[in-house]
């Protein structure tokens, strides 16, 4: 059943007035759960009313969930790993776990298709190992060669947990945890969105450059996150219908996709979410890495294929890989060799030149991003 609002108006204090004019109803009597998604969708404000030219309803399974055990808080930390990815998960959790001494969260461990097995060493961290069953929730996204529809998982987790969490952290896997109060970014407000995240680092510095994947599907330009750290308010979440939105404009638009779930969220959302400061997701390049010694962000994500672990030109601090590693040796001793170099990142090479001068250029647009925010915990909506 598809419903097109060429017109509506937003008025907080009286009734909401939709006007329809081009719908299908198959003979079925009008399904009001349709009206009341428009009426959220409006209240997310008129300035963003270009987002939601259509509303489409699915009729799909549920997503379900079979966990280790109960969940014992209304929040979470959640990673979505497959065994490959589980030694730098496990080391993100037991950093979180180390720097919170009353966490009023669960760490979780979800997978869909490859699960994951943690060793006894690691049982004090007490990870809810949850296995999510999305069914054929995601058929006819497309994939990147070798990988799975696990890729996708974290579009489902509001779904998935909608009884048992009200507040969920996802985070990427590639992440280092150097500070910050976990209980106080997951009791954030940031209605009426549905999600608060970071702004990808593409636009840091030229803030109103229009992602690729926009131009691909003619969207206008607007404010872009990366989805490798995402706080979700789970009820918003789910009455938005994010889910079924991104999966449908996923696959009616999966030869013209770029990558995987990123680019659906800001797709369907265009700049209805709100902004998180960088600390909490600072994504990690050479034309910022010298940065982030002044900055000393909360949590830094390896974007791109260079990480701690594969870091064959050495272009990350040495300090990341060697933690990593000797967590490794303790706790996953079967792991092979981190694969870096011995040689450093030579101070009078090419590259350091040229970092050095991206870093002199676009100091001043680095200094006006973040003044945006008046303290780590600030949240721009």
Known sequence: MWIKARRFKETLDQLIVLRCDAFEL???PFDHGVIDLMTQVVKCGWRHRHQFPMVKTLTTSRVTVAASRPASARKAVIFCCDQNYLLFAAHAAAQISALTLNPDFDICFCFCERPVVLPDSLAHLNVRSCKIDVGDRFKGLRLDKGKSHDVYLRLALPEAFAGEYDRILYLDSDVFIQG??????????FAPYPI???????QWRTPNRRPKQFKVLGLPTAK???AGVILMDVARYNEQDLLNRCVALGTENADRMIRHDQNLYNSVLLGAWAELHPTWNWQF???????ALQAEPNLVHFIGKTKPWNDPKAE??????????????????EAKAFRTTDVPWAPDSAKTRKSLLKHLLSGGKFARLL?????????IL
Do not use: C, I
Request: no cysteine; aromatic share 20%.
């Open 26 to 28: 198959s003979g079925h």
């Open 180 to 189: 910050g109060d976990f209980n106080a970014l997951l009791d954030l407000e």
């Open 285 to 291: 390049t050479w034309s910022s890495r010298l940065f």
């Open 196 to 202: 608060a995240a970071v702004r990808d680092n593409s």
């Open 316 to 333: 990350l601090s040495p300090r990341y890989a060697r933690a990593m590693w000797q967590f490794a040796k303790q706790h996953f001793p």
């Open 224 to 226: 872009y996150f990366n």
């Open 371 to 379: 003044r945006r925010f008046d303290h780590e915990l600030y949240v």
